[in-house]
């Protein structure tokens, strides 16, 4: 487990990113939390501290490749296992963590809800700043998602026989529009994805 978190923390650094999902989930299988299984028989007792370490690692990783769905499973897990006991720096690294792939799944008021328990765990007047700061940006798209969403049902039920079809291309227009500049602003290139190309995640070439 020491290996394959130590292999894991080398890929990272070096930018390899799938291998070090990887790694730490070979780390994970050792200590029974691997293969989508989520605390074994007495797994979380004897390696608690370990698989917590590993969870966190992987989700950094799996963020780094906008797998944030799996980023938010892991540090769900990670916080589980650890308990309230937990160490505080690293709970709030976790909550953050959540916390912002959450905004990129466009769960904002869950995202919200993570950057305010961070807040709670920040030791340093500029962490708690920042998890403030996480809020009320999660808090505005929340916002800005409601105005959306009633904006299309007028649409919807304001169309005409006649302008139905315009309504519903409206209607796609703005959503997509929207979607375009809150969801997930951050892209991978693809020189990056071919930097990190490996036998067993090849890069589309056409």
Known sequence: MDQARAKG????????????????????DACGFGQG?????GAAAVFGRTAASL?????AALMMVCRF??????????????????????????????ARALTRLG???????????CKIRCDGEKARDEAMDGAAAARKHAKALDRATRTLR????????????????RRDENF???????????????????????????????
Do not use: M, Q
């Open 9 to 28: 923390a080398k890929y990272y650094e070096a930018g390899r990113y799938f291998e070090a999902v990887r790694a730490y989930s070979e780390g994970l």
């Open 176 to 206: 997509n529009a929207w979607v375009r500049r809150t969801r997930c602003p951050e892209t991978v290139s693809y020189t990056h994805l071919r930097a990190h190309e490996t036998r067993g995640n090849l890069v589309c070439r056409l």
């Open 107 to 117: 769960r904002f008021e869950e995202a919200e809800t993570w950057f305010r328990r």
């Open 69 to 98: 769905a799996d980023c938010v499973r892991d540090c769900t897990h990670a916080l589980a296992v650890a308990g309230a006991g937990g160490d505080r720096a690293a709970t709030a690294r976790l909550l953050a963590r959540g």
């Open 55 to 59: 969870l966190g690692n992987r989700s």
């Open 154 to 169: 007028d649409i919807d039920s304001h169309a005409t026989t006649r302008g139905a079809a315009r309504g519903r291309e």
């Open 37 to 41: 299984k989520f605390a074994v028989a």
